[in-house]
Structures are given as C-alpha cells and as structure tokens.
C-alpha cells in the first residue's frame, strides 16, 4: 500500500519508516538550500515559513512568474543534500522540520539529528524534475526572493509528491552509509584478485 505523508507532520507518522522505505508526500513542501540555512544557523535571522513538522526540498527550481502575478512551477529536481550537512542537525532542532528531500546522502551529524528530534531525510530521484513539478499543485507564496530563483523559499502545495526514498530514519539509521560499508566489503576479494593478476596497477 502506499505510504503518503501529510504535513503537518506527527513522531507517530515517521516511526514505521525504516532506510530503504519509499513514501510520498502531500500538503506543503518548501524549498530550501543552502543560503537559507545558513541565513537560520550563521546570521540567526528568523525563517519567514513556520516549518514545524513541515517538509523541505533540497531544491533549486525553475519558476515562471504568471499574467496575474502569481508563479507556475516548471521545474523542480533536487540538489545535493551533503552540502547542507554542516547545518542540518541545527536546522531540524530550530525548526522542528520532520522531512527533508534532496539528492544523495547526508552525515552522521543530520543522522544524530533525525534521531534526537524524529525527523527523517528522504531522497528524490535524480533527472526527474520537469515529472516533479507535475505534482505541485500550486504556489502560495515565495519568501526572502531577494536570494534569487534558486535560493528563494518557495511555498508549494503538492500532491502525493515522490517517490521518496527513506535515506535516514528515525533510529539514525543512515541507508548511503551502510551501503557504503557493504559495497567496500564486497570490493575487497574482487580486488585482491585484481592485484594477483595486475601488480602494477597496485
């Protein structure tokens, strides 16, 4: 069956959720990078979104601005998440956020923050921006636009927005990490086998 998140988010609604799960996601969904973050832990300046047990997209989004004033979505894929890492155990603290969507992995800090405050970090497959910004059913707002297009936070409505996969759960458990672990345990043989035959190369 499928599991659809809804903001706002409760402890109770993340617990089931192990690494590897897939989720979708429906309500509210901000974008979210890296100068905002930094703006919230460096400059202690105020979020204008409340984001508690919200979401937020690791994301930099192209945005069309329409007639009546209002925006339309073009394009919306996810960025990398690790550059946000240095930051992100703050920044769940602070805000309270429950889910947040990027590329790639993220650390052993957001994975001790996911686990002391029940959030978890989620990933959005690479190249599919254009099918993402299918799922946004509106814009409602846009704050600090000052940043530009990119760094701006965009406020979406979205519908059953994913697939998501758990990447870290609420046990800290971290699914890029214990991959990591496995795959440079199946490497080892393979290499060592290499060696025998190329001994140069070592």
Known sequence: MKKVLTTPIRDEDLESLNVGDVVYLTGQL???????HRRLIELKRELPV??????????GPIVREKEDGGFEMVSIGPTTS??????EKAFIEQTGVKLIVGKGGMGEETAQGCLEHKAVHAVFPGGC???AATKVEAIERAEWQDLGMPE???VNRVKEFGPLIISIDTKGNNLFEQ????FNEKKKPVLEKIYEQVRFIK
């Open 30 to 36: 901000v974008t979210c990078r890296d100068v905002a």
């Open 50 to 59: 409340d984001l508690k047990g919200g979401a937020i997209f690791h994301a």
């Open 82 to 87: 690790m550059r946000m890492e240095k930051f």
């Open 129 to 131: 921006a254009v099918v």
């Open 152 to 154: 701006t936070l965009w």
């Open 179 to 182: 991959n990591k672990a496995r």
